[in-house]
């Protein structure tokens, strides 16, 4: 492969930066229509009940109110997942946490809508509740689903090798629980959905549906959409237009997007609904609170005989992405480093709690904190340098894991040499002052999932690109930008390919209508799949333009180069060298014309002096994009991309997740400090080297690293869901504490290119690896610190306080409940049988719900 | 709620609206003028994705009564580009990766704004401590300082280049 790019691997701005920093780019909440109405969703207040009656009459009274939305208008069930159809837009018969949907109100203003969800009366009879993973598996009445004994979504066992005769063979072993708790992705822009419908000319009635959302997968929306409605796909148009960050938040129905539809159907007319921040915590789907059983076996040389994982997530009260992220947690934990013999035990457990889903770093970050930790501990064992420990253990790619999973380019070995060598690694750990310390942790990510969520023989990605005579290129594809730069990617791929400037592209994105199935932006899937589909389909098209320019310029096609913006024979007009100004002029001329009415007059004047001057060495790009018309016809190319068979996985169940066609490395190395007065940890810097195959955008790359690893910061120190009988006790920004400019350390990212022989120009993902090594790096720092190995994250002070002072022998305080967060057993809040006892959430006196004069007849 | 009619300066520009007195300058922005540059990202003034200038000082336009800020100068995201193009801190936030998802950035070229204002040469630790003000969730901050950092260099060779 040529290595000589011109577009590729050099930064570029976003092509959408000047629309998100001016303010003129559009969210889903700035779009408005005519006659557009407010839809607000009711809430359940109890974790866990039976819905016994819903009496809208009070609220349909109200003036401004146009039509209340309940769950029997569209009693058809949905989920991400083909296996997974439990959830209703709007509860039906039962509600399963505090804050499943009730009912929409749907208003001429959002006061209105908010006065008559007051107003809509509901019964509940309160059902006994379930909070505790390990106490909900030991259920047997009051099931949160009827069809899943035991609240057990699914589980796994997996043995790969022989772990028994590893373990054997191990000179030491670890044997620990850990306890990641939960965090969500609190992407900026909260979730919203615009829906409308059109009049159908022929029938009269309302036909077509339109839905503007905030969403990471368009296609899955649409599709969900139609199962709901019960209306054909291709009447329903799903527009992603700009997002505010997703995190994996948005890859997946929310039920407030189908509910818009619903109610736009009932209400005849447009309906916005736009959660607020406290919504958008219940809805949640973030990364689910984990247990962790581990044992590792090593021997003295370092490397790793067994390892053996019991893993049970919290999962809420639906199955949302859960089977995948049970998956995801065994089968990753193989295809980092070389790890003969494995056994796996993942529980998906249903609980009275918002549902868990994809959260970046999807199913492996729990595990890795789990992992790198004991590896940690394990290097003291055997007195060997915690980072020399993960050298030993290096897979020898080209290879298939123990596991089933391909492995092609690895680009580790120099993430961890690099990190390393940076951070000073050698010279500095262990001679640190007191309370400060270094810590390493690896981790890996897929590009991609090598198995679609419904399986079929699809594409993943289709590209379709459109070229007219003006010269202007238009790409279309169905990849979602959510912020991670994937428009940008598309328009560089494209214009490396062709051979013509970034600002002849215009990417159409995520239309369903315009534009050609992606399945969606997660996975961390869109640069290797949509940036395949986008380069086979500029291939696609180029080669027409080349059979058009050859045979003007009386060569074979392989001997022309495409580069800026020009065409030309090989070695004859050396198109890497800028146009001369005269020679600028004459394209800059051409092309103003070529567009124009009298254009065509001109342009046969021009072709009568290039035939008079007789076959060229070079053509500029709009010249050549005519003759390709003149040729050919309609000038249009086409790629899509599949994952190949070889990259699909293994036979065992369960081994369609975890499969990828190519996997990121990441290696970092922590430094933090810990004050031993109040157990504070401050971070002061990460270096994080990152293999993503091929840096395509290099600023777009460190901003994905930087990001990963800052966001992997705030779920080592400081954020956390809090549950409370099934109340989250911190639905605010300011409560879940993510990090401010002030609490964020410096990070250092180091690009490593291993070049992909599958990823387009060798580039893999970037997005979503790095994050899972920042909770075990921050870990191992603060144990090289103050010399506590904490099993329970965040490290907030509390925790680490109390860790301390048990280290030191000092007088216990309750920092934590009871809970040791060095040797963790429980989640912190509902130990044993804590079971909902049917009082409801005690609520404040001036709580709106605790008014005893009827709402909204004050004022 | 009867409306009433108020005056308000925004981006230079003078608008008589009719609105409740109860309304908040954001919704005023966002639904009577299609500003929508502002945005809404919480209900707590904890995130600054809202924020715009009142009299060159940064405010969260989700905490203020429109009726409030009669006389005042009102600056939004809208009004920061200068004759059509790109101001230096909004072209250096495209360039340096200071913006991904851009949901919050409108709120942060304000705040810098503010900051570049009253600090014509901030330190690192005054930047941190003016964005803190600020979330984000896509960029750990860290591209956003260097992007502060060349648009002051580039204020500055445009400045030396007029004289």
């Given amino acids: 492969m040529s290595t000589d790019f011109s577009i590729v691997g050099k930064s570029t701005a976003m092509i959408d930066a000047a629309e998100k920093t001016t303010g003129t780019g559009k969210y889903t909440d700035d779009f408005s229509l005519p006659g557009i109405l407010v839809g607000k969703v009711l809430h359940s207040p109890y974790p866990h009940a039976r819905i016994k009656s819903i009496d809208t009459s009070r609220a349909e009274k109200l003036d401004g109110v146009i039509t209340v939305v309940v769950g029997q208008d569209a009693p058809r069930t949905y989920g991400i997942l083909p296996v997974g159809h439990d959830e209703y837009p709007l509860a039906l018969d039962r509600v399963r946490y505090v804050g499943d949907n009730v009912a929409c109100v749907v208003a001429t203003s959002e006061a209105v809508a908010e006065k008559a969800l007051e107003l809509v009366d509901v019964e509940y009879e309160v059902l006994p509740a379930y909070f505790d993973p390990e106490e909900s598996m030991k259920a047997e009445r009051d099931l949160i689903h009827d069809n899943k004994p035991n609240n057990l979504e699914k589980d796994y066992h997996h043995v790969f090798g022989d772990p028994d005769k590893g373990f054997a063979e191990a000179d030491e072993i670890a044997e620990a629980r ?110 689910p609170r984990t247990i962790i059983d581990l044992k590792t076996g090593v021997k003295h040389d370092g490397s790793i005989t067994a390892v053996k ?224 589909a986008t380069l086979r389909a500029a291939s696609d098209v180029k080669k027409k333009i080349a059979a058009a320019a050859a045979r003007k310029m009386n060569c074979a096609e392989e001997q022309l180069t495409f580069r800026d913006d020009r065409i030309g024979k090989q070695g004859q007009s050396a198109p890497t060298a800028p146009p001369r100004p005269e ?134 120190l400081t954020e956390e869901m809090v549950w409370k009988d099934g109340m989250l006790m911190n639905p605010g920004l300011l409560e879940y504490r993510s990090p401010s400019s002030v609490e964020s350390p410096e990070i250092e990212p180091i690009i490593v290119e291993s070049i992909d022989p599958e990823g387009p120009f060798g580039a893999k993902e970037c997005s979503e690896g790095s994050l899972a090594a920042t909770i075990p790096a921050i870990a191992n720092a603060i144990y090289d610190a103050v010399g506590v190995r904490l099993h329970e994250s ?29 040797n963790p057993t429980r989640f912190r809040e509902h130990g044993g049988s804590l079971c909902f006892k049917g009082k409801g959430p005690q609520r404040h006196a001036l709580d709106p719900a605790c008014r005893q004069t009827p709402a909204g007849g004050a004022d | 709620m009867k409306r009433e009619l108020i005056e308000l300066r925004i981006n230079s520009r003078r608008y008589e609206l009719a609105i409740e007195p109860s309304a908040l300058l954001l919704d005023v922005l966002r639904q009577e003028l299609q500003l929508t540059g502002s945005k809404r990202a919480c209900d707590d003034s904890s995130c600054g994705a809202c924020t715009v200038l009142i009299d060159d000082v940064a405010m969260l336009s989700c905490t203020l009564l429109a009726a409030s800020c009669e006389g005042q100068d009102i600056t939004t995201i809208e009004g920061v580009s200068e004759h059509g193009s790109l101001a230096a801190i909004q072209k250096a936030y495209g360039d340096w990766g200071g913006a991904q998802c851009g949901y919050c950035t409108p709120g942060f070229i304000m705040t810098v704004k503010s900051l570049m204002a009253e600090n014509s040469d901030p330190s690192e630790a005054d930047m941190r401590a003016a964005l803190s003000s600020n979330l984000c969730r896509c960029t750990g901050y860290n591209q956003m300082y260097a992007a502060i950092r060349s648009a002051i260099a580039a204020e500055r060779e445009g400045l030396a280049a007029k004289q």
Avoid at chain 1, 799 to 822: C, H, I, Q, S, Y
């Fill in chain 1, 178 to 287: 850990f306890i990641a708790n939960e965090v969500t992705h609190a992407a900026m822009e909260p979730h919203s959905t615009l829906a409308s419908f059109e009049i159908d000319p022929h029938t009269g009635n309302p036909g077509r549906l339109t839905v503007w959302s905030a969403t990471q997968v368009p296609y899955y929306l649409q599709h969900k959409l139609s199962l709901v409605l019960e209306m054909p796909m291709a009447q329903i148009r799903v527009i992603k237009p700009l997002v505010g960050g997703g995190f994996g938040g948005k890859s997946e129905v929310i039920p407030l997007e189908i509910t818009a539809a619903v109610a736009a159907r009932k209400a005849k007319a447009p309906v916005k609904i736009t959660y607020t921040r406290e919504e958008v915590f219940w809805a949640h789907r973030g990364r």
């Fill in chain 1, 309 to 532: 994982a019991r893993v049970v997530q919290d999962g809420g009260a639906y199955c949302s992405y859960g089977v995948v992220t049970i998956l995801y947690s065994g089968a990753l934990l193989g295809a980092l480093y070389d790890i003969p013999n494995i056994q796996y035990d993942g529980y998906r457990v249903l609980t009275n709690k918002p549902a868990c889903g994809a959260m970046r770093g999807h199913g492996t970050v729990n595990v890795r904190f789990a992992f790198e930790s004991q590896l940690d501990e394990l290097a003291e064992k055997i007195q060997m340098d915690p980072a020399e420990i993960r050298r030993r253990n290096l897979l020898k790619p080209p290879c298939i894991t123990v596991n089933g999973l391909r492995v092609q380019s690895y680009g580790l070995p120099e993430c961890i040499d690099k990190t390393v060598e940076r951070s000073g690694w050698r010279e500095r750990k262990g001679k640190l002052p007191k309370g400060r310390g270094l810590g390493v942790a690896c981790s890996h990510y897929v590009s991609g999932a090598a198995n679609s969520i419904i399986r079929s023989d699809m594409p993943h990605s289709t590209v379709n690109i459109k070229i007219d005579r003006d010269g202007g290129v238009v790409v279309y594809t169905g990849a979602s930008e959510i912020g991670q730069g994937s428009d940008t990617m598309t328009a560089q791929v494209a214009a490396e390919v062709l051979g013509c400037g970034l600002s002849r592209i215009r990417v159409i994105a995520a239309d369903t209508d315009l534009t050609p199935i992606d399945i969606g932006s997660y996975s961390s899937r869109v640069t290797f799949m949509a940036g395949n």
């Fill in chain 1, 583 to 716: 020679e600028l002029e004459v394209t800059q001329a051409g092309a103003s014309v070529s567009g124009r009415v009298e254009g065509q007059i001109l342009r046969g004047s021009l072709q009568q002096k290039r035939k008079e001057e007789g076959p060229k060495d070079w053509m500029t790009f709009e010249e050549a994009v005519v003759a390709a018309i003149d040729f050919h016809g309609a000038l249009t190319g086409t790629g899509s991309y599949a994952p190949p068979p070889e990259a699909r996985g293994g036979k065992h169940k369960g081994a369609g997740v975890g499969p990828s066609p190519a996997y990121s490395y990441s290696a970092q190395v922590a430094e933090v400090s810990v004050d031993e007065e109040t157990g504070e940890v401050t971070v002061h810097k990460v270096w994080a080297a990152h293999d993503c195959g091929r840096a395509l955008n290099p600023v777009s790359v460190e901003g994905q690293i930087i990001g990963s690893v800052w966001m992997g910061m705030g779920q080592a």
């Fill in chain 1, 794 to 822: 965040p490290f907030t002070p509390e925790r680490v306080l109390a860790a301390m002072r048990a280290k030191r022998k000092e007088k216990a305080l309750n920092l934590t409940e009871g809970v040791d967060p060095t």
